[in-house]
């Protein structure tokens, strides 16, 4: 992902770069494992999509939020639809289904839903950027997250 304006083709840039917990938990290991061919870049995403969603998503926690009330409940549908609406542009088909309203919450159906969607995506980044699902499965990493921040001087 990258936020921000890029920089003028003649500005000074520095750059710094770290990394930090996700959140979500390491899914190297399980990439590896569900690897059945070269082409097999369907399991990879599934891994990796399925453990994002769960890392944004935890079944119990979420479902909790969506039966109640209130900032928490509120902030959980927002972030629900924002995925939504950056996997498919429509969080309103999401909605439809009923699953984030407080009478019929079910943050499971919702997580596999997103998990699916996800999955498809991942796929097919997958597939242009890697050589074999064993090479993108070996590349992997939904435990961490690096954040790289560019500044710039322009005169």
Known sequence: MTLG???????????????????????RQNALDAVDGPDDYRAVARVVANATVEGLFSPLETQRALERTGVNSHLTRYRYERLTSALDGDPERFE???????????????????SRRLTAVLETQLEETHASAVDAARTVSTGTVTITVRTWTHE
């Open 96 to 114: 439809r289904r009923g699953w984030l309203s407080p009478s019929s919450a079910n943050a499971t159906a919702a997580n596999a839903y997103l």
């Open 5 to 27: 304006e890029r920089p003028p083709s003649d500005a000074d840039v520095s750059a710094t770069t770290f990394t930090v917990p996700s959140g979500v938990p390491d899914a």
